[in-house]
């Protein structure tokens, strides 16, 4: 048995219960016996594989708090700090009820890759909680926050540890968990990004993912002799990385014709209304059921049925495993020339095999959504320098990670005969930089 295959087998039997996280490690792993198989005698004695597939260490806590009934509720909070080889662990915390460890597990182990590509000093990490911020109160979801961050404090900072926002977690949740770690610490420190333009954040930050999805997707299509102009784009999603990879594939000439929340989705064959989008989900909070109010040419379709819609490119940029191999035969039949992907590992393993075995040019998650964690990096560099940079400034850097971001996963692909595979070239490149600086610091 090879030297992969020992180490897969050994993870399932240690994290029983944990599906996302293996199909994680599985992915990797996959890709990476090229790169393994060359160097196995030397791996397999250093465990490289056992350790980088092991956090170096994880937090679960209690997190009590008062509703607004007076009632105490208590949640679950996590912290895993999967990495640190290359940098300070970096990574969002994720408030949402399908929260368990082994969903945090699986994309601490992505974010080691995906923040490794960026060519950025920075580890692998995940957090969150069970908590639902959906219908809560702004008092409510300060009394979590405080609760949250009053324990997780214990265990961050500006060189140790640096969460950001993910799933649930946006300005207002940053802000609240940023005034509570002020508040105990003592200290004003960029210990979170995705912080408030007012008290150290960066212009372009929430815009970022999205756009950086838009800017490695127009790279790749170029580089294999097509333009992103008049192609028609199927999103998933209604949230911040939606309504940003919407926002910049208008602005390239694309047009986008279909968004999604979790009870429906929309079809707009006249392209989304972007300015309708951000009225109901980032001003009212609402259903997409209220989208037709303003477009009254549009359909609204409850359930799941995204990827049914015939386009160019898809983009899915909601959430773990919405793509699965039914939507990919779908989406084939229906002659789709790419699949981007803007969430965290949003196809299954089965449906990311159909469309490269098809010809589809496929990106995963931990190349394509690095722009949020990328931007992330440099609001760190300007809290470090006291500085703010111009939106111009931050936007041009972020084109240049993303667009050395896919000329690194593609050289990857090449150079172990794996040519057009992103998903090869993404892990090997992310890899091999981890590897470099792990054998470097010893047995640690």
């Given amino acids: 048995m090879s030297y992969v295959d020992e180490v897969y087998e050994r993870i399932v039997r240690e994290n029983p219960g944990e599906p996302e996280f293996l ?79 082994g969903i945090i597990k699986f994309l601490g182990f992505e974010q080691i890759f995906k923040n490794s590509l960026t060519g950025l000093p920075i580890g692998g990490g995940k957090g969150g909680s069970d908590f639902d911020p959906k219908g809560k109160s702004d008092r409510e979801v300060m009394a979590f926050c405080q609760s949250f961050m009053t324990e997780l404090c214990k265990y961050i900072g500006a060189d140790t540890d640096v969460p950001a926002g993910d799933i649930g977690t946006g300005a207002r949740e940053i802000g609240y968990m940023y005034g509570q770690y002020k508040r105990i610490k003592g200290v004003f420190e960029g210990v979170l990004t995705g912080k408030g333009l007012s008290y150290g954040g960066s212009l372009a930050r929430t815009e970022a993912t999205g756009y950086g999805l838009l800017y490695i997707t127009e790279e790749m299509l170029k580089c294999n002799g097509q333009d992103i102009k008049g192609k028609t784009v199927a999103v998933s999603g209604a949230g911040n990385v939606a309504i940003y990879a919407t926002e910049k594939a208008q602005q390239l000439g694309a047009k986008v014709v279909t968004c999604s929340d979790s009870t429906g989705w929309v079809y707009d064959p006249d392209g989304i209304d972007l300015a309708a989008l951000k009225e109901i989900k980032e001003v009212r909070r609402q259903r997409l059921t209220e989208y037709k109010n303003y477009r009254p040419n549009s359909e609204y379709h409850e359930g799941k049925g995204v990827w049914s819609v015939k386009c160019d490119i898809a983009l899915p940029c909601a959430t773990q495993n919405e793509l699965d191999l039914e939507d990919a035969k779908t989406l084939v039949a229906n002659g789709v020339t790419a699949v981007c992907e803007g969430a965290n590992m949003p196809t299954t393993l089965e449906a990311t095999e159909y469309l490269q075995k098809n010809g589809v040019y496929f990106l995963p998650g931990k190349a394509a959504n690095a722009g949020g964690v990328a931007t992330s990096a440099l609001e760190m560099s300007q809290n470090s320098e006291r500085l703010s940079w111009s939106f111009d400034e931050v936007d041009s850097k972020l084109q240049g990670i993303m667009v050395n971001i896919f000329h690194n996963l593609d050289a990857a692909a090449k150079k172990y005969g794996m040519d057009g595979n992103y998903v090869a070239g993404a892990n090997i490149a992310g890899f091999e930089k981890v590897v470099e600086a792990m054998t470097a610091q010893g047995i640690v």
């Avoid at 056992?50 to 105490?72: M, S």
């Avoid at 300070?88 to 915390?93: A, D, F």
């Fill in 23 to 101: 199909q994680a490690v599985k992915e990797v792993f996959d890709s990476l016996k090229p790169v393994v198989d060359a160097n196995e005698d030397k791996f397999r004695r250093e465990a490289l594989l056992e350790r980088i597939a092991n956090p170096e260490r994880q937090f679960k806590f209690r997190v009590p708090w008062i509703d607004d009934k007076g009632q105490v509720q208590v949640n679950t909070g996590y912290r895993v700090q999967f990495n640190s080889a290359i940098g300070p662990y970096k990574g969002g915390l994720r408030l949402h009820p399908s929260v368990n460890l």
